[in-house]
């Protein structure tokens, strides 16, 4: 068991790398690739945005998938479909339009994330889930920080393969196909739909906790050993062997158990509308919330911030494209690095100590920004130091918020619709990721406006942090069960 888990780990983790790669590869040279086809310049954010808005509405339907099969192996076979044919279509590129529609397909491959985040919290106790998320998360940002590399000698293509042209505009496209074609053999060999944790060692872990443990304010910084939401994904095997002596469990398979035994169908036909209702609900909780307001405004400063460094650089430093080859290369190893740390520290304290640490150096870094690289002060030297330290200060605190916030998602959602929230979730940062460029765009010459409004969001974002912090915590049993009689 042990290594069929590690090696379905390392598929994941090849997964997030090999989009890391993609991004690396064909951001730098679409924009080329579109000229060489007579496109106009908005076919760049129609292009890009293009990607982000499939995965937007991939997103949930692969996690809907996920939560009612279990398939998640599957999915992702079938999802990387798209993502070799969406990338063999932009290596032909006989048109602007087939462009277009290149990255529309193979955008659909991205929904696959909101199904392995619901695996993920399938698979992997509350406590390590941080940890993991954050191994997972830094595997995308490794592929960004390797993928320039393979446009050096991608850069030197010139060749005829058939009727295709090979050469430095197509050929990212025909080497992401390639990649993603190994990965797709990969992944059958290696992925597998290893099982959740077994529910009679948690429980037994549970009570035994409670002995110990008296009562008090410690106790709600606990992690809980297991939630509602664990019981029910075993409560249709608890049915069957009639296990009377674990009042919770029979209460949880009542109430929330997505998949009624043979005997209680009878009395739940209306067990979907039921389900629904309860995933409306559960968004409009106060937790929720906050983490769905935390996905989208981390991801749109992030892609402003991505938007506006290079003709700040152009404009005040002169940067050419080998400058910020290398000022990329630099703030990759600052974010793998920080991804390092968050993992270390998700160890020792809570997900929302990390949140808060994150949300203070965001906020440090926008006060910085909108006093010192709006208009840099001094010399050559002493305006680069300034410009440094903004983005320096910007990438180290994003994955803080950033595994942070999925971590806890994981946490204060149901674990029997786990997949679609996760979609949920993804589209709302995808969301972001195309309103970030377009504010950005369009404010190059009205810096203070343009980071005004990213200070003010974090500001906003910080304040709902703070006066929802005591429920930033995965909730007891206790409360869920309780919750589920309140419904029932």
Not at 179 to 195: G, H, K, N, R
Not at 352 to 360: E, K
Request: include cysteine; charged fraction near 15%; proline fraction near 4%.
């Amino acid at each position: 068991m042990d290594r069929r888990r590690k090696l379905t780990f390392i598929s994941i983790g090849l997964l997030f790398l090999l989009s890391g790669v993609e991004y690396a590869v064909i951001l730098p040279t679409i924009w080329m690739y579109l000229q060489t086809l007579d496109a106009a310049p908005y076919f760049l954010g129609l292009a890009l945005s293009a990607f982000s808005l499939s995965g937007l509405l991939s997103g949930p339907l692969f996690g809907f998938w996920s939560d009612r099969t279990g398939a998640t192996k599957k999915i992702i076979l079938f999802s990387n479909l798209f993502e070799i044919i969406g990338n063999f279509m932009y290596f032909m590129g006989f048109s602007k339009w087939l462009l277009l529609s290149s990255r529309l397909v193979a955008g659909i491959g991205t929904g696959a994330g909101s199904s392995i985040f619901g695996f993920l919290t399938r698979i992997t106790a509350p406590e390590d889930r941080a940890t993991v998320f954050a191994a997972i998360m830094a595997s995308r940002q490794v592929g960004l920080l390797i993928g320039p590399a393979f446009n050096l000698f991608l850069r030197l293509c010139d060749f005829h393969l058939g009727p295709f042209v090979v050469n430095k505009y197509t050929s990212p496209g025909l080497f992401m196909c390639l990649l993603w074609a190994v990965f797709q053999v990969l992944v059958v060999f290696m992925f597998s739909d290893v099982p959740p944790t077994d529910m009679e060692t948690c429980k037994k872990m549970v009570v035994e906790s409670d002995e110990r443990e008296p009562a008090g304010e410690d106790s709600e910084e606990r992690e809980p050993l297991l939630r509602s939401q664990e019981l029910a994904a075993s409560a249709g095997s608890a049915s069957t062997s009639k296990r009377a002596t674990y009042h919770a469990s029979d209460t949880a398979e009542d109430h929330i158990s997505p998949l009624p035994s043979p005997e209680q169908s009878g009395n739940w036909e209306s067990s979907d509308a039921v389900e629904n209702v309860g995933i409306c609900q559960e968004f409009l909780k106060e937790s929720v919330i906050v983490l769905f307001v935390s996905q989208f405004i981390i991801l749109f400063n992030q892609t402003a911030l991505e938007t506006m460094v290079t003709p700040m650089t152009q404009k005040y430093f002169n940067y050419g494209e080998l400058e910020n080859s290398i000022m990329y290369f630099l703030c990759a190893v600052v974010v793998i690095s920080s991804f390092l740390f968050v993992r270390w520290l998700s160890q020792r304290v809570s997900e929302r100590v990390v949140l808060a640490i994150g949300l203070a150096i965001c906020n440090i870094s926008c006060v910085w920004c909108l006093v010192f690289v709006v208009k840099p002060l001094g010399g050559f030297s002493l305006q680069l130091t300034e410009f440094i330290i903004g983005v320096f200060l910007q990438v180290l605190g994003l994955p803080f918020v950033a595994v942070a916030q999925v971590s806890l998602f994981s946490k204060v959602t149901a674990q029997r619709t786990q997949g679609f929230s996760q979609g949920v979730r993804r589209s709302i940062g995808g969301l972001a990721t195309i309103l970030g460029p377009l504010w950005a765009g369009g404010l190059i010459d009205n810096m203070y406006i343009m980071i005004g409004l990213m200070l003010g969001l974090l500001a906003l974002l910080t304040l709902m942090v703070a006066l929802s912090y005591n429920r930033l915590v995965a909730p007891t049993i206790v409360e869920q069960l309780d919750e589920s009689d309140g419904s029932g």
